[in-house]
Nanobody, 115 residues
Framework: QVQLVESGGGLVQAGGSLRLSCAASGSIFSANVMGWYRQAPGKQRELVAAINSYGTTNVQDSVKGRFTISRDNAKNTVYLQMNSLKPEDTAVYYC?????????WGQGTQVTVSS
């Protein structure tokens, strides 16, 4: 049974920084993709950034240059460093693991950026 546990959300002023972490537990033995999605009120969930086991990343244009995704394969943990946060980054952020054709989701962590 794979589980994802997120941490690091919170309230921050515009221009500030937050770091999200997501640790995957369970039987994970092969290549996978870990990423972060977000969902703002009244909007669809969208991909923010993803990274595969080899370190290749895919980052949404609106956060390029501000957000950095990284991972520690030994710990099955993915991080999202968010700098220069804007009010429009306010959303619930969800960790995702794409592994052997299945998608797993974390419980979500709220990020609120005040202006």
């Amino acid at each position: 049974q794979v589980q994802l546990v997120e941490s690091g959300g919170g309230l921050v002023q515009a221009g500030g920084s937050l770091r999200l972490s997501c640790a995957a537990s369970g039987s994970i033995f092969s290549a996978n993709v870990m990423g972060w999605y977000r969902q703002a009120p009244g909007k669809q969930r969208e991909l923010v950034a993803a990274i595969n086991s080899y370190g290749t990343t895919n980052v949404q244009d609106s956060v390029k240059g501000r957000f950095t995704i990284s991972r520690d394969n030994a710990k099955n943990t993915v991080y999202l460093q968010m700098n220069s946060l804007k009010p429009e980054d306010t959303a619930v952020y969800y960790c995702n693991l794409d592994y052997r054709g299945r998608n797993y989701w974390g419980q979500g962590t709220q990020v609120t950026v005040s202006s």
